[in-house]
């Protein structure tokens, strides 16, 4: 039934449906765009830390255009050793999990990215002053994943004057308005941002008037800067997405499917300026996720629907004492609340729920120290140690089952009291050493905990997808990672390169039994469901950018293996992880026609994902038996596509400043895949069935236009 739902949701965008194809004949969907301009990140020669990425508001402002939205995470996509799930927002990272990444808004970690499916993210350019991603190591000053952090820092309101930008494309469109309540003082910073596909009935059936189908997503943005002294100045973050999409049927009016997902979050930061050496700021926010997915057949209806909900809370000393030195001491609390899948259904008069309304509550703290040091001009070493902890908080029942007999007993924990704890060291280590004036060499190690886990029901990431918290049974995820980096520039040319190489280690990773859905049933242990096990990822990453004059751009390239080992699968052998790809490539190029015409493009290709298919049917006493390739043996084609883009700047001055860009996705047509499914056709009678694979291809060639004004 998902495939059809999610057939009818890319209609909406796109027009028409889409329709599965055999892998020799391909169908054809519209699809999105990128502008593809450089982003100009940081010199990988100026980092300490091997992997770490700075993108600040200008770099932003060049970022890939996606049907006339700038999109942080489809630029960042394009970087070695970060991969895409396709055409969708799913960010992987050295062969880390989705649910590896810390994403965070203001110091605040946000649980869901995307919006339509993965094909948008909910970062609104305009709103964003710089962002930070660390891809070799994680600083100590932050935790609670294994693999990457992405953190993005919002962007005050201006201080001067009144300013308004927007941003008008084929899909949605942008509205930010900010400045000065009290000149130098105060400011407002306010943006939305909103698809208006909903607004124009009736031409997203494909001309079919059995169904009805509507969709929309949107997300708003504000930040209240205030300076209170001299000595004190207060940030205030808020953030609201939402996706709602409803599917009915028109004509019978016997089925109707409704997918509702969003986030909010909203934060306070008090910086304390002690002395000119020294700061003191201290966080407190709240992020809250929810999905709902509901369908109703005649008389039956259900709804499933899950939570997350933090409560943030960080306190951190900040101390550079010398030109040499910078020290920072914290304190972090996290408490979590989440309530995973639960299931409610109604059959005529009956209403029932085939799952206790479950909350599951956990508290999650840590204390750090880490420090900066430059020995002197040749070498810079940056050390730090996280101690972090995670108490399962009640009220909690554990289920006690005989085998075969059913519920033997239960244990029930009381409100506020401990089911189970973990106390672990994480500590971070990177070293710089310069070579020469133009070259260094640069190493880490990080250690890392996360407490909470992702349990993906799909091959594709979902808004479905189950978040659980470490319990006696789910033990967190460990996450090693050595990594090592040689970077050159060579000035005259405006050229740099770097050479990274990296190797991680990742344990107690969880998979879903076989058999098992992602409900919580009466009565049962959430964490009984779960298979567990180890990965491991290594791979090496080469980059050169060219960053002055009218060409610029990059060319990245990563070949790399992501593997996989559960005791409890396949007789523990060794398998590749689903997002595993052998080689990556990305080409980058931007080039100044002249001073009011710009041309860009980018060029990407993929390994494909890997997959587990069914091989052969056999008939045993009347009832057909599958037989599959060993897990995850199976590779999809190859992913890859090329865009262009034409900019051309109508007019700029000091107070005004508006732009044109025409773009073209996918200029060969490409049909990627998005995933495939296996159709079974013919005759039971007959003891004669056939398998056929087909493939789902959601995009092909789309152009788009885009205008972009500030006044």
């Given at each position: 039934m998902f495939k059809y739902i999610l057939f009818c949701f890319i209609n909406i965008l796109f027009y028409k449906g889409v329709q599965a194809q055999h892998s020799d004949s391909l169908n054809q969907e519209n699809s999105k765009v990128l502008e593809q301009a450089i982003v100009k990140t940081k010199s990988s020669f100026e980092e300490t830390e091997v992997g770490g990425i700075t993108l600040t508001k200008k770099e932003l402002e060049k970022l890939p255009q996606f049907l006339g939205e700038n999109d942080p995470i489809k630029a960042m996509q394009l970087l070695p050793g970060i991969q895409s799930s396709g055409d969708g927002n799913g960010i992987y990272v050295r062969g880390g999990g989705i649910d590896q990444n810390l994403i965070t808004i203001d110091d605040i970690p946000i649980y869901n990215v995307s919006h339509l499916f993965g094909f948008f993210s909910v970062f609104n350019s305009n709103t964003i002053q710089k962002i930070d991603l660390h891809k070799g190591g994680m600083p100590a000053n932050y935790g609670g994943r294994v693999s990457s952090l992405i953190a993005l820092t919002t962007t005050n309101g201006n201080l001067k004057q009144w300013k308004i930008d927007g941003n008008i494309g084929i899909l949605a469109s942008t509205l930010t308005i900010q400045g000065p309540l009290k000149k130098d003082t105060s400011s407002l910073l306010f943006s939305i941002r909103r698809t208006y596909v909903d607004l124009i009935k009736g031409i997203f059936n494909g001309g079919n008037t059995n169904f009805q189908t509507n969709y929309f997503f949107y997300d708003l943005n504000f930040k209240y800067f205030h300076r209170l002294n001299s000595k004190n100045k207060l940030y205030i973050t808020g953030f609201m997405g939402a996706d709602k999409f409803l599917y009915d049927d028109v004509r019978d009016k016997t089925f109707s499917n409704k997918i509702n997902w969003g986030t909010k979050l909203i934060s306070a930061k008090l910086i304390h300026t002690i002395n000119e050496k020294s700061s003191l700021n201290t966080t407190i926010g709240?992020?809250?996720?929810?999905?709902?997915?509901?369908?109703?057949?005649?008389?039956?209806?259900?709804?499933?629907?899950?939570?997350?909900?933090?409560?943030?809370?960080?306190?951190?000393?900040?101390n550079r004492n010398s030109a040499q030195s910078t020290w920072r001491i914290g304190l972090e609390n996290t408490i979590h609340q989440i309530s995973p899948n639960n299931f409610q259904a109604n059959g005529g008069l009956a209403k029932f729920n085939y799952s206790d309304l479950i909350n599951l509550n956990g508290n999650e703290g840590s204390i750090y120290i880490s420090n900066e040091y430059k020995f002197n001009e040749k070498l810079e070493i940056s050390a730090g140690l996280r101690l972090s902890s995670y108490l399962q908080i009640g009220p909690f029942t554990r289920y006690d089952y005989s085998k075969g007999y059913g519920l033997k007993d239960s244990v029930i924990v009381k409100s506020g009291k401990v089911v189970s704890s973990y106390l672990n060291p994480e500590p971070r280590f990177s070293l710089k050493y310069t070579l020469s004036t133009n070259a260094s060499f640069k190493a880490n190690f990080s250690q890392n905990y996360q407490y909470i886990h992702l349990a993906p029901v799909s091959s594709i990431s979902l808004p479905t997808d189950v978040w659980i918290p470490s319990s006696s049974i789910v033990k967190p995820q460990i996450g090693r990672q050595y990594s090592i980096g040689y970077y050159k520039n060579f000035p005259i040319k405006n050229i740099e390169i770097s050479v990274e190489t990296y190797y991680k280690q990742m344990d107690n990773l969880i998979e879903y039994k076989e058999g098992v859905l992602s409900l919580i049933k009466i009565q049962s242990n959430y964490d009984d469901n779960f298979y567990f096990g180890k990965g491991q990822s290594y791979g090496i990453e080469f980059f050169g950018k060219k960053t002055v004059g009218k060409l610029t751009g990059w060319l990245g390239y990563t070949l790399s293996q992501s593997t996989r080992n559960f005791n409890d699968i396949e007789n523990g052998r060794t398998f590749y992880a689903k997002n595993d790809r052998r080689h990556d490539i990305s080409l980058v190029f931007n080039y100044q026609l002249t001073n009011k015409w710009s041309f860009s493009g980018v060029?990407?290709?993929?390994?494909?994902?890997?997959?587990?298919?069914?091989?052969?049917?056999?008939?045993?006493?009347?009832?057909?038996?599958?037989?599959?390739?060993?897990?995850?043996?199976?590779?999809?084609?190859?992913?890859?596509?090329?865009?262009?883009?034409?900019?051309?700047?109508?007019?700029?001055?000091?107070?005004?400043?508006s732009t044109l860009n025409f773009s073209i996705y996918n200029v060969y047509g490409r049909q990627n895949p998005f995933y495939l499914y296996f159709e079974t056709t013919g005759d039971l009678s007959k003891f004669s069935v056939e398998t056929k694979a087909k493939q789902v291809s959601l995009f092909t060639i789309l152009p788009s236009i885009s205008y972009k004004f500030t006044f």
């Amino acid at each position: 039934m998902f495939k059809y739902i999610l057939f009818c949701f890319i209609n909406i965008l796109f027009y028409k449906g889409v329709q599965a194809q055999h892998s020799d004949s391909l169908n054809q969907e519209n699809s999105k765009v990128l502008e593809q301009a450089i982003v100009k990140t940081k010199s990988s020669f100026e980092e300490t830390e091997v992997g770490g990425i700075t993108l600040t508001k200008k770099e932003l402002e060049k970022l890939p255009q996606f049907l006339g939205e700038n999109d942080p995470i489809k630029a960042m996509q394009l970087l070695p050793g970060i991969q895409s799930s396709g055409d969708g927002n799913g960010i992987y990272v050295r062969g880390g999990g989705i649910d590896q990444n810390l994403i965070t808004i203001d110091d605040i970690p946000i649980y869901n990215v995307s919006h339509l499916f993965g094909f948008f993210s909910v970062f609104n350019s305009n709103t964003i002053q710089k962002i930070d991603l660390h891809k070799g190591g994680m600083p100590a000053n932050y935790g609670g994943r294994v693999s990457s952090l992405i953190a993005l820092t919002t962007t005050n309101g201006n201080l001067k004057q009144w300013k308004i930008d927007g941003n008008i494309g084929i899909l949605a469109s942008t509205l930010t308005i900010q400045g000065p309540l009290k000149k130098d003082t105060s400011s407002l910073l306010f943006s939305i941002r909103r698809t208006y596909v909903d607004l124009i009935k009736g031409i997203f059936n494909g001309g079919n008037t059995n169904f009805q189908t509507n969709y929309f997503f949107y997300d708003l943005n504000f930040k209240y800067f205030h300076r209170l002294n001299s000595k004190n100045k207060l940030y205030i973050t808020g953030f609201m997405g939402a996706d709602k999409f409803l599917y009915d049927d028109v004509r019978d009016k016997t089925f109707s499917n409704k997918i509702n997902w969003g986030t909010k979050l909203i934060s306070a930061k008090l910086i304390h300026t002690i002395n000119e050496k020294s700061s003191l700021n201290t966080t407190i926010g709240i992020t809250d996720y929810q999905m709902n997915f509901g369908a109703s057949i005649y008389n039956y209806s259900f709804e499933l629907f899950s939570t997350n909900k933090d409560y943030v809370s960080k306190i951190e000393y900040y101390n550079r004492n010398s030109a040499q030195s910078t020290w920072r001491i914290g304190l972090e609390n996290t408490i979590h609340q989440i309530s995973p899948n639960n299931f409610q259904a109604n059959g005529g008069l009956a209403k029932f729920n085939y799952s206790d309304l479950i909350n599951l509550n956990g508290n999650e703290g840590s204390i750090y120290i880490s420090n900066e040091y430059k020995f002197n001009e040749k070498l810079e070493i940056s050390a730090g140690l996280r101690l972090s902890s995670y108490l399962q908080i009640g009220p909690f029942t554990r289920y006690d089952y005989s085998k075969g007999y059913g519920l033997k007993d239960s244990v029930i924990v009381k409100s506020g009291k401990v089911v189970s704890s973990y106390l672990n060291p994480e500590p971070r280590f990177s070293l710089k050493y310069t070579l020469s004036t133009n070259a260094s060499f640069k190493a880490n190690f990080s250690q890392n905990y996360q407490y909470i886990h992702l349990a993906p029901v799909s091959s594709i990431s979902l808004p479905t997808d189950v978040w659980i918290p470490s319990s006696s049974i789910v033990k967190p995820q460990i996450g090693r990672q050595y990594s090592i980096g040689y970077y050159k520039n060579f000035p005259i040319k405006n050229i740099e390169i770097s050479v990274e190489t990296y190797y991680k280690q990742m344990d107690n990773l969880i998979e879903y039994k076989e058999g098992v859905l992602s409900l919580i049933k009466i009565q049962s242990n959430y964490d009984d469901n779960f298979y567990f096990g180890k990965g491991q990822s290594y791979g090496i990453e080469f980059f050169g950018k060219k960053t002055v004059g009218k060409l610029t751009g990059w060319l990245g390239y990563t070949l790399s293996q992501s593997t996989r080992n559960f005791n409890d699968i396949e007789n523990g052998r060794t398998f590749y992880a689903k997002n595993d790809r052998r080689h990556d490539i990305s080409l980058v190029f931007n080039y100044q026609l002249t001073n009011k015409w710009s041309f860009s493009g980018v060029f990407t290709y993929k390994t494909g994902n890997t997959m587990t298919i069914p091989l052969s049917r056999y008939f045993l006493q009347g009832n057909v038996i599958n037989t599959y390739s060993p897990k995850n043996s199976y590779r999809i084609p190859a992913y890859h596509r090329a865009d262009v883009s034409l900019t051309y700047q109508i007019n700029k001055t000091e107070s005004k400043e508006s732009t044109l860009n025409f773009s073209i996705y996918n200029v060969y047509g490409r049909q990627n895949p998005f995933y495939l499914y296996f159709e079974t056709t013919g005759d039971l009678s007959k003891f004669s069935v056939e398998t056929k694979a087909k493939q789902v291809s959601l995009f092909t060639i789309l152009p788009s236009i885009s205008y972009k004004f500030t006044f």
